[in-house]
């Protein structure tokens, strides 16, 4: 594990420009895991009935909404700063990290 950390770039990270292409990466890799889980989820919900899919579909396509607009509301705090792409990235891998378990929980229901 220790050998992991030190090869790891990010774990080390001490510029903004590093720290923000760290948060971007970390985005990144919440968002996939995200995408694969509502895939799963969006499956079992289709198994539930057309109208149940229609309104999971519907409320993962509001949270989208409101992720984007949560996050750059997170982001505006720093407006035209150097922490404004960080403060963004971090929202979005955070808040999509939630919204993983709340589909693996969608997911289960079924």
């Not at 289709?46 to 993962?60: D, S």
């Not at 982001?75 to 939630?98: F, I, R």
């Amino acid at each position: 594990m220790m050998l992991a950390l030190a090869a790891d770039p990010c774990a080390s990270a001490m510029t903004q420009t590093a720290m923000n292409q760290c948060a971007g990466a970390s985005h990144a890799r919440a968002d996939a895991a995200m995408n694969r889980q509502w895939q799963v989820a969006y499956a079992r919900a289709k198994r539930g009935g057309a109208a149940y899919a229609a309104t999971v579909l519907a409320a993962q396509r509001a949270w989208l909404k409101f992720r984007d607009a949560e996050c750059k509301a997170e982001g505006d705090k720093y407006q035209g700063g150097s922490m404004q792409p960080l403060a963004v990235q971090n929202c979005l891998a955070s808040v999509t990290e939630a919204r993983t378990r709340q589909l693996q929980i969608v997911a289960s229901e079924q």
